[in-house]
């Protein structure tokens, strides 16, 4: 079946603009995370969406990252007045249903590659 | 908080060479532990998985064992292939999100 996908594969944008970065997740997996992987710095956890609870928004690393999940499925992650650091590869996750708690693997997407100039 | 720490790469290894990645965590409760792998040019898939002290997860070869005593998750292969080159990422689940260590670049040569 299909998997995780992600889009754009790569995208490029100056400093200062937004982006948004689109994931779909695999059908029927109720738990969706973004990370960002960064050069030598591994995978980072930015955000979780698990069903209709509220989602955790812990690893977001300032208030100019945002996500939301439409409809349980589709998610976007915006980056507000990009900035250098921010160019990463962004990665999405989703798995089944967290019953019982920590058991089910995370299915990922290719990522996007953003390049900040 | 949950971490976890692995060892630095890049490991380069002659094909048919013995295989140790290590890994240690830090976590309240019991978590459960992965193995993840970034072949060139792909995304992120499990390697291997296990969800209790003493478990031992086993993939293509890979083995992991469980040890609550030393909190430790080493990854293990016998004969490396030259398409075992991957990155290699240890992961730890409790009662957070999915926590990685930085991961490990692995270069097998023939």
């Known amino acids: 079946g299909a998997g995780v996908s992600q889009s754009p594969s790569n995208k490029v944008t100056e400093k200062g603009k937004d982006v948004e970065l689109r994931c779909d997740p695999i059908?029927?997996?109720?738990?969706l995370y973004w990370y960002r992987q960064s050069l030598g710095q591994g995978l980072e956890f930015l955000i979780y969406f698990q069903g209709n609870s509220a989602p955790d928004k812990s690893g977001l690393p300032s208030d100019r990252f945002s996500a939301e999940r439409t409809g349980g499925s589709v998610s976007t992650l915006t980056i507000q007045r990009t900035q250098q650091e921010d160019s990463a590869v962004y990665l999405c996750?989703?798995?089944?249903?967290?019953?019982?708690?920590?058991?089910?693997?995370?299915?990922f997407g290719n990522g996007t590659r953003l390049t900040v100039t | 908080g949950n971490s976890v720490t692995q060892m630095e790469g890049p490991v380069t290894l002659s094909e048919e060479a013995f295989l140790t990645i290590n890994c240690t965590y830090t976590a309240t409760g019991y978590p459960s532990l992965f193995w993840y792998v970034q072949y060139p040019g792909e995304g992120l898939q499990l390697l291997l998985k296990a969800t209790k002290a003493d478990d031992k997860g086993s993939n293509k070869g890979f083995e992991a064992t469980y040890r609550k005593e030393t909190t430790s998750f080493h990854l293990e292969k016998g004969s490396v292939q030259v398409s075992d080159s991957a990155v290699y990422f240890c992961?730890?689940?409790?009662?957070?999100?999915?926590?990685f260590g930085k991961g490990t670049r692995l270069s097998v040569i023939a």
């Open positions: 992961a730890l689940k409790g009662n957070t999100p999915l926590v």
């Open positions: 059908s029927g997996h109720t738990a």
């Open positions: 996750a989703s798995s089944r249903p967290e019953t019982g708690g920590r058991n089910s693997p995370l299915h």
